[in-house]
């Protein structure tokens, strides 16, 4: 059973999440939040699988919050909800370690599948929106030197990291390099470990960030490498 807190200060989003949450046999609400503070007292209550988490609120904001719960709790996994498909402050949540984002407009389906995804160590990413957001907002930020890890990445592992940037399922990247599922999914799990990243989320920022990948603006959308000693 998926155990999913629903932080939002709107009553009514609240309500109609959970009554699509519910009606599954595999996820139940146990929780819900008006405020950021709110949803950081209640997520240490509860210990929620997924905690759905509106960007805005009062008192202590969804990226705030976020922060908070992932500092201390984390097993829980934070996705986060958001009126607008490109929101710095969705960016700024990406990089505090949350699982992924969803618009709130998202189909019923697309919300079952998206904590189901996050639930079982995915991220949630959606590929043109995430990685346009991403690609947009980390150039904003001041950089942080490229991590030494980075060096211990084989030429394999970073191709695979690329794709993964370009958002990419473990079944595309298999398809795209002739490779079975099972050995993707071994390279991503391997890359994750080596750079110390929770989930694929986590590692598209790194990617970006480090300038390991960088996007075409003006051409093809898939990130090419940078190399570095």
Known sequence: MIRVL????????????RSILDGEDDIEVVGEAGDGAAAVRTAAALRPDVVLMDIRMPHLDGLAATREIIASLPDVRVVILTTFDLDEYVYGALRAGASGFLVKDTEPEELLHGVRVVARGDALLAPSVTRRLIAEFAGRV????????????????????TLVAAGLSNDEIAERLVLSPATAKTHVSRIMTKLDVRDRAQLVVLAYESAMVTPRWLGPTTPVVRHHP
């Open 142 to 161: 001041e950089r942080p030197a490229p991590s030494p890890r980075l060096a211990s990445l084989t030429e394999r592992e970073r191709e695979v990291t």
């Open 6 to 17: 629903l932080a939002d200060d709107q009553t009514l989003v609240r309500a109609g999440f």
